[in-house]
């Protein structure tokens, strides 16, 4: 069971968002669930709706760790599932959430995020995307300015622009940009 000190910390008010966006939604695909503290505490507090958590494999027994603590049953085994390696095959989801993955991937991968999201999110659906983003072509904060050299330092793509990432999206509309503690955002997407 791996830990992370920023999901501690952004769970709650993420969840408070989630419970707004997802109220009419039956199963979320969860996009990089990492160490698994999002997937079983959102769940766990969103009874109505069965998630699916993905990631490469080497993250899945922490996944299945904090599921099985949180004694939730609606949460799905996780499974491995990589932009830009792994094919698309969740048919029946009507909302995807990701945190804190678009500065990760680089940015060719971003953007076949976006285009995958696009391409089958069912005509509705939902797309919460979690982080920090540049607004406008700058920092929101001279910390994620800082967090963006840092990351491009370790060799991951960086901050991206909300922008771009619209831009990447023309059948993705961006119903709503909350934002969050900590410098980051909730994007709201709708297809
Ligand atoms: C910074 S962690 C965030 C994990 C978790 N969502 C959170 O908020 O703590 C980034 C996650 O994205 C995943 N990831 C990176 N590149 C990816 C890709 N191309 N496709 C899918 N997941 C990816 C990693 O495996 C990792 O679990």
Redesign the pocket.
Same mark, same amino acid.
């Given at each position: 069971m791996r830990f992370?000190q920023? %999901?501690e910390n952004?769970k709650m008010p993420i969840l408070a968002q989630l419970k707004l966006h997802l109220a009419g939604v039956s199963k979320v695909l @969860? =996009?990089?669930?990492?160490?698994g503290?999002?997937a079983a505490f959102f769940a766990h507090h969103m009874k109505h709706l069965v998630w699916q958590p %993905?990631?490469?494999k @080497?993250?899945h027994q922490s996944i299945l760790a904090w599921v099985a603590q949180a004694k939730c049953d609606n949460v799905l085994a996780p499974v491995p599932?990589? =932009?830009?390696?792994?094919q698309w095959y969740f048919d029946d989801v009507d909302a995807i959430y990701?945190?804190?993955?678009a500065? =990760?991937?680089?940015p060719d @991968?971003v953007k076949?995020?976006m285009e995958t999201v696009a391409t089958h999110l069912p005509n509705g659906g939902l797309f919460c995307q979690?982080?920090p983003f540049c607004v406008s072509g700058e920092f929101t904060s001279q910390s994620n300015a800082d967090f963006d050299t840092s990351l491009r330092q370790q060799g991951y793509g960086g901050i991206r622009d909300i922008a771009e990432l619209q831009s990447w999206t023309p059948t993705l509309t961006l119903t709503q940009i909350v934002e969050m503690p900590a410098n980051n955002f909730l994007l709201v997407w709708q297809k």
């Open positions: 992370s920023a %999901c952004n @969860e =996009i990089g669930s990492g160490t503290q999002h %993905c990631d490469v @080497e993250n599932f990589f =932009i830009g390696v792994d990701t945190a804190n993955t500065h =990760i991937m680089q @991968e076949l995020m979690y982080g």
